[in-house]
């Protein structure tokens, strides 16, 4: 592509402005009468793809499957997007093989996976999901995604279900951090405090927690800003190494935390899931819907006591379910350890509503998701927030909000009846 004219228009925001010395411009004036030729190659065909799946087989509960999967396609050389996140998985298979050549078996079910045509729109990941779906919301436990394990060497980043926040809080105390002490520390220091995100979507975990709602984690290592070569042919090898990783320390670090946190989950007797943190999810979420659309819903007659006093429940029986959980650990029941498992990944899988958001039906997530005005990103209560959002709203549109604050209510009340416990 080549340009030939000046950039013309309004003068960039100084937060804009590069480093070169020229006035940045907006380039919103016009092509003032000259000429931009674009000239794309791209071919145009039909093109097989391959998701490739390596399972070693649980123990005692082949039946229950944890997940680690990263993507293995590229717009170009794609040595963060998506090299370093499949170097960090193929490391730390290769560690579980060793393990497994000294008589190891894990309790679960581990499953590697390496995701096809993820950059043309998450299709390998999304295919494989939807075709397994029932097996998916019976059987797995925990998905962990590690794309673009490392781009950066400011401090490690991890988004995710709240159910594990807990248990990642934990593993990175455990991981020696490049930096010096452990990566934990280094979160707090880069961040002033323990940085835990909600997922939105853009990459491979998107359809495994917003469409069947398996517990899901994502983390990298990560500048203080994004880095800048992402999906350029500057993505290279040189540049990772040269720049960012020259004794991949960091590479290792994520493999350490993300294989930390696969193993736990896939050996402990008792997952180390925490329902007491989704409460706190709950209660943030609703305060920030209040927050930004409290008073417009008031105005509209649409209430949200009901979300409020379900999410009241909920706290009470994860409680309860939290003193059940330690009492059972202490008696060491196989079967009653088994169910308060299922239990609390099924708390997750509550949320979910089969029709999907308003026209999303892939999205199917009822307290987190991507917003429709930014696939990236995460946003609460979305089926609500994204209708309240809208500009010039309708008699319908209202109608639709009250049924998305009825589902939400419907799906926290759900989880509450998850958590309790079955008569004797």
Not at 131 to 156: P, Q
Not at 362 to 379: D, K
Request: aromatic fraction near 10%; hydrophobic fraction near 35%.
């Amino acid at each position: 592509m080549s340009i030939n004219f000046p950039p013309v228009g309004r003068e960039v925001p100084k937060s804009w402005q590069g480093t070169l010395n020229i006035t940045y411009k907006l380039g919103d004036g016009g092509l003032k009468n000259n000429t931009v030729k674009i000239t794309v190659n791209v071919p145009n065909k039909r093109q097989d793809v391959y998701n490739v799946i390596g399972t070693i087989y649980g123990k005692e509960e082949p039946d229950r499957w944890v997940l680690i999967g990263n993507h293995r396609d590229a717009w170009g050389f794609g040595a963060v997007d998506a090299s370093s996140g499949t170097s960090a998985m193929m490391e730390i298979s290769r560690g579980l093989g060793e393990l497994l050549k000294q008589g190891w078996r894990p309790r679960r079910t581990i499953k590697f996976c390496s995701w096809a045509a993820e950059e043309a729109g998450l299709i390998g990941s999304t295919e494989w999901v939807e075709k397994n779906e029932r097996a998916l919301s019976t059987k797995a436990v925990t998905y962990i995604n590690i794309d673009s394990a490392v781009y950066g060497n400011f401090t490690f980043q991890v988004y995710g279900s709240p159910l594990l926040k807990t248990p990642i809080a934990e593993n990175v105390k455990q991981v020696r951090d490049p930096h010096g002490g452990n990566v934990y520390a280094q979160m707090i220091k880069a961040k002033k405090k323990f940085t835990y995100r909600n997922l939105g979507s853009g990459s491979d975990y998107a359809s495994f927690y917003q469409f069947v709602g398996v517990p899901s984690l994502h983390m990298r290592y990560a500048g203080r800003v994004y880095y800048p070569v992402y999906h350029t042919v500057h993505d290279t090898y040189k540049w990772l190494q040269g720049l960012i990783d020259p004794k991949f320390e960091y590479h290792l670090t994520t493999a350490r935390v993300a294989s930390k946190i696969l193993l736990s989950t896939a050996d402990s007797f008792v997952l180390p899931l925490d329902v007491t943190e989704y409460v706190k999810s709950l209660d943030s979420s609703l305060e920030a819907l209040k927050k930004h659309y409290g008073a417009e819903l008031q105005k509209n007659n649409v209430t949200l006591k009901y979300i409020e006093d379900a999410i009241k429940k909920f706290k009470h029986e994860a409680t309860k379910f939290q003193a059940e959980k330690d009492k059972a650990i202490d008696e060491k029941e196989d079967i009653k350890l088994r169910a308060l498992n299922d239990r609390m990944v099924n708390v997750e899988k509550a949320f979910i509503t089969a029709p999907g958001l308003p026209n999303r039906p892939m999205t199917r997530h009822v307290i987190f998701a991507p917003s429709v005005n930014n696939a990236y990103g995460s946003t609460s209560f979305p089926g609500i927030s994204d209708l309240v959002a809208k500009q010039n709203k309708t008699n319908q549109d209202w109608l639709d909000i009250k049924k998305q604050t009825s589902i939400a209510f419907r799906a926290i009340s759900e989880a509450t009846d998850t958590l309790k416990a079955d008569a004797n």
